[in-house]
């Protein structure tokens, strides 16, 4: 066994978990780059994971790994700069455990992370909407479990992760209807439920007849809905509301996008960004703005309140003798 593995286990149990508190997710995504990294060492350089050493990941493999990711497991670049993030996390920790091999450490550190295109956010329009809450079967326990879980996604724009998170007890119906979540960055945070929402919500708790402690959204074994149980269901009802709202067909649909759908219906409704921004649980409303380049209704008014450009082109010229004399003057 090389210093590798204690290193690695030191960074996970007192520098993730004991010092900086990292939430679940982040420390099941720091656990997959690693492990990524220790099989494409394995497959590149023929160590096995317990003989791979520090030395071993210089910058030349480790930029061959981000490569990789990039060309063969076909990341976006967004999730290739968040592999290198974890990363670059155990080198800083690594540097203080072995200042001898700061060379190697200091080059690891120094690859930047790429710049990634800002596309435009996909959302649904109402039709589109509208089309995909009728897809789920109401016959069916399963389908009227799916017809909540979409509603209040598109309602509430909870992230998939808070989504799934949800417990019966998260739920407070009546006055002042609301959803309590615990967000990215550990911020608890509540959103309120329209009408339609706490009805959805209300018949669905009665149904589910949990105790405050289950999940909200539980599979067939009774345990919670996980982020790739969501992503399957919203694409299976996507493909049945298609005929109905053949646009659907031209946009790929998440659970992310349900959240992008959210946020451009309280935006289309004059609703502030600020307070959008807390809706979502923003840390900053710089990140909500991509929604202002997403609605072309927003810039559309704003060309509507614009004066036509009717006048005519070149120089001006006076019309009258007299008015020329006294623009000389």
Not at 171 to 183: D, F, M, P, S, W
Not at 245 to 252: C, E, G, R
Not at 260 to 271: D, E, R, S
């Amino acid at each position: 066994m090389t210093p590798l593995a204690p290193l690695l286990e030191e960074f996970f149990t007192e520098r993730l978990i004991a010092q900086r508190h990292a939430s679940p997710n982040t420390i099941a995504a720091y656990r997959d780059t690693f492990r990524l990294l220790l099989r494409f060492t394995h497959d590149t350089a023929g160590k096995k994971p317990c003989e791979v050493d520090l030395t071993d990941l210089d910058a030349a493999l480790i930029g061959g790994f981000l490569t990789h990711l990039e060309t063969e497991r076909g990341v976006s670049v967004r999730t290739r700069n968040a592999r290198l993030t974890a990363i670059r996390s155990l080198f800083q920790f690594a540097s203080f455990r072995h200042p001898e091999h700061g060379a190697i450490i200091a080059r690891v550190l120094s690859i930047p992370p790429k710049r990634a295109d800002r596309a435009i956010v996909t959302f649904l329009t109402d039709t589109e909407i509208h089309a995909l809450l009728a897809a789920p079967d109401r016959d069916t326990r399963i389908g009227r479990r799916d017809n909540t879980i979409l509603a209040v996604a598109i309602q509430t724009g909870l992230r998939v992760s808070e989504l799934v998170g949800l417990t019966c007890a998260d739920i407070k119906l009546g006055t002042g209807a609301h959803v309590r979540c615990y967000g990215k960055g550990r911020k608890e945070r509540i959103t309120p439920l329209s009408g339609a929402s706490r009805d959805l919500v209300g018949d669905w708790l009665n149904e589910r007849n949990g105790t405050a402690t289950d999940p909200l959204f539980a599979g067939p074994s009774s345990r919670p809905l996980t982020r790739d149980a969501i992503r399957r269901l919203v694409n299976r009802h996507v493909k049945t509301a298609t005929p109905a709202s053949p646009s659907l067909a031209t946009k790929q649909v998440t659970p992310h996008v349900l959240r992008h759908t959210c946020a451009m219906q309280l935006l289309q409704a004059g609703v502030d960004l600020a307070v959008i921004a807390l809706w979502l649980g923003h840390e900053n409303t710089r990140t909500t703005q991509i929604y202002l380049h997403a609605d072309l209704s927003i810039k559309q008014r704003a060309l509507d309140r614009t004066a036509p450009n009717t006048a005519a082109t070149g120089r001006y010229q006076p019309a009258d003798p007299l008015l020329a004399y006294l623009e000389s003057l």
